[in-house]
């Protein structure tokens, strides 16, 4: 069982700590009650431990940093994604093999239940409060994306509480529906960004970003899920859709945030505290609180980006590669990014590119991909996101520091974009203050209602959408490039067709990329010439009957009579 201790250490220090928890554990029923969660301090200190959960960078005892999106299919890592290639098609015996936990969401509950001990100032009060709201919502969801179905657990219990032992898995929507209530608890309790003091912190804005992220992901999963076994009967999704756009468009009327200048340099960042555009972040300091990452310290860090990815960007005149005349080509690393939307140069390595700047100034380029025995799997896409090629003299080497977006406004934009578009009542307007906003900061022309240019090429998600939601997923995808949301978009688009049956492929394999690390005579090519990074391993083998949802472990359906397993396990 997972405790409050973890909770009472982090809380005296940033929590901006790194990924492991290294202290011990207790039940949380040895804390006391009446010495605890006296003051606002007390309640801060409890909520901060719960930062160490958001997302970050691998510590540098991992030697290594897989970027986010990386198993899926925009972007490969050293070895294929079990959930897609179907290598983890087994049943848990027990829940230490999986992540079907509920240690989270009863330190959560631990400090709601007992948050009204607190005497003080009451917008500090409030602030910690909304925080706990905020993070019962968020291990919920984490929750809710892997099992669907889930019992709702509105306070603390213990092994005495039958009820709550025993209980059924609630519906999934009834589950988003109490997600949502929390968070509208937290939209009501917390301070807005500019208020707060001591960033990074969950802002009112976090709390309204995350509950249009919350329902776009369940009005989408309804929507492209009814009708199977993983639907909700009797519903689209069009209430959450709704939620969605609104929660986004609150977001959007607050003038809190705006999107930052320059997208190049917007991922490799020491620190986001005077950045319009990055809602919360997790920070690292090696020097003086000794919390490193790993991000910058070998490159290309295991992983690189598919041929899919790279041929999703448009042309500089707005349409796409299979129409445009000003597509030069994907057969040639030196010429791919030219004519092409500023954000795949962003993203992706090509010869000429700035690697480091040394201890002495001296500017290193970037020649051809790495394709050592570390760096197993690679397509020769290798990663500009989230490079940092300045010295760092405290280090010696590259910076440890590298902050982690966790919210940043571009989000809401898009959510705000695909929950109209799914509606059918977007507008040129909505456009224009939405995705446009997004093509304006790398100079792309604008997105047309009406005026769309068909893709030879659509992808084929399994069945066929408006121009208009074909183009938005299509800016999500560039836009959102390796953050961390790809995984999600296929699961809740059900969009299995696009990767089963087929494996990711790289970058075509020409002279400019054949070097000492990879041999033509030892690569494996499709029939056109590019990378097939995993031909030993086969196509994907994605079982749509039952992998969208992970299975409930062996030992809780035998401890629970009352809870089911997922369909097709």
Wanted: proline share 4%; with cysteine.
């Amino acid at each position: 069982m997972k405790n409050i201790y973890k909770i009472l250490i982090l809380g005296t220090i940033l929590f901006s700590t790194s990924c492991e928890d290294y202290l011990d554990r207790t039940p949380l029923d040895s804390v006391s009650e009446v010495t605890f969660y006296s003051t606002p301090s007390d309640l801060q200190a409890g909520v901060n431990g719960f930062y160490n959960d958001l997302p970050g960078w691998s510590a540098l005892s991992i030697g290594f940093n897989i970027l986010p999106d990386m198993y899926s299919d925009m972007g490969t890592a050293q070895e294929p994604s079990n959930r897609l290639s179907g290598l983890s098609y087994e049943v848990p015996t027990s829940a230490s093999g999986s992540v079907w936990s509920w240690d989270e969401v009863r330190e959560a509950n631990w400090l709601l239940d007992h948050v009204d001990q607190a005497e003080g100032d009451e917008t500090l009060i409030g602030q910690y409060t909304g925080e706990a709201y905020f993070f019962r919502a968020y291990y919920y969801f984490e929750l809710l994306k892997k099992y669907g179905d889930l019992p709702i657990f509105p306070e603390y219990f213990d092994n005495t509480d039958e009820d709550y032992i025993y209980a059924a898995r609630d519906s999934r929507n009834e589950v988003v529906d109490f997600m949502i209530s929390d968070l509208d608890t937290a939209i009501s309790l917390l301070q807005s960004f500019p208020d707060i003091s001591g960033h990074p912190r969950i802002s009112k804005e976090v709390a309204q970003l995350f509950k249009a992220r919350v329902a776009l992901y369940e009005g989408t999963w309804e929507r492209y899920h009814r009708g199977t076994d993983f639907g909700v009967d009797g519903s689209d999704g069009t209430a959450f859709l709704q939620i969605a756009a609104e929660a986004a468009e609150d977001v959007m009327n607050g003038g809190v945030f705006s999107l930052y200048s320059d997208y190049q340099t917007l991922f490799n960042q020491v620190g986001y505290s005077g950045n319009s555009e990055v809602m919360l972040w997790r920070d690292y300091n090696s020097i003086t609180l000794n919390i490193a990452n790993v991000i910058q310290q070998q490159w290309p860090n295991r992983c690189g980006y598919t041929l899919f990815a790279v041929d999703s960007y448009l042309c500089t005149d707005g349409d796409p590669i299979s129409v445009s005349t000003n597509y030069m080509g994907n057969k040639d690393l030196s010429t791919i990014e030219i004519n092409r939307d500023p954000r795949l140069a962003a993203t992706i390595m090509v010869p000429g590119d700035l690697v480091e700047i040394d201890a002495d100034g001296i500017e290193n380029y970037w020649s051809y991909p790495d394709f050592s025995s570390t760096n197993t799997g690679l397509t020769g896409y290798e990663s500009e996101k989230y490079r940092n090629a300045q010295y760092n003299a405290d280090y010696g080497d590259f910076t440890e520091d590298t902050s982690r977006i966790i919210f940043r406004y571009a989000e809401a934009l898009l959510i705000f974009a695909e929950a109209k578009a799914e509606l059918g009542t977007i507008t040129q307007s909505d456009l224009d203050r939405s995705i446009n906003l997004l093509r304006d900061r790398v100079g792309m022309p604008h997105m047309t209602l009406g005026a769309i240019t068909t893709d030879l090429e659509w992808p084929n998600y399994g069945y066929t959408l408006t121009d208009i939601l074909y183009e938005v997923r299509r800016e999500r995808s560039v836009e959102l490039m390796a953050e961390g949301f790809r995984a999600d978009d296929l699961y809740r688009w059900r969009a299995h067709s696009l990767f089963d049956g087929d494996q990711p492929r790289g970058a075509y394999l020409e002279d400019g990329i054949v070097n000492t690390t990879l041999d033509a005579a030892d690569a494996s090519l499709d029939a056109d010439g590019y990378i097939l990074p995993f031909a030993s391993t086969g196509d994907y083998n994605f079982d749509e009957s039952k992998a969208y949802l992970q299975p409930i472990p062996l030992d809780e359906l035998s401890l629970n009579p009352n809870i089911s397993q997922n369909p097709g396990w």
